[in-house]
């Protein structure tokens, strides 16, 4: 088993910037996979970023350009980066982990990032 524990949501104003983090424990040898996903209200839950462990990474093409994710292997912790954060990028941002890519097995208790002036 493999837990998750995000933390860095909250609200911001159109323009500004977050940064997500989620540390991993527990199994970590199974984690090769890692990223975030997010679900606003009425919508399913989308692909935000996702990182292997070896530096590979996808993103949503919504927030290319604008947000970074990133890997602390040591710590087994992935960040997110996120600027020019917009209003449409409210949603409850999930950590994800696993053995698989870029969806894995493992999901965060998810963090609220509101974009509202």
């Known amino acids: 088993q493999v837990q998750l524990v995000e933390s860095g949501g909250g609200l911001v104003q159109p323009g500004g910037s977050l940064r997500l983090s989620c540390a991993a424990s527990g199994s970590i040898f199974e984690i090769y996979g890692m990223g975030w996903y997010r679900q606003a209200p009425g919508k399913q839950r989308e692909l935000v970023a996702a990182s292997t462990r070896g530096g590979r990474t996808n993103y949503a093409n919504s927030v290319k350009g604008r947000f970074t994710i990133s890997r602390d292997n040591a710590k087994n912790t992935v960040y997110l980066q996120m600027n020019s954060l917009k209003p449409e990028d409210t949603a409850v941002y999930y950590c994800?982990?696993?053995?698989?890519?870029?969806?894995?097995?493992?999901w965060g208790q998810g963090t609220q990032v509101t974009v509202s002036s």
């Open positions: 994800n982990a696993g053995g698989t890519y870029p969806l894995g097995a493992y």
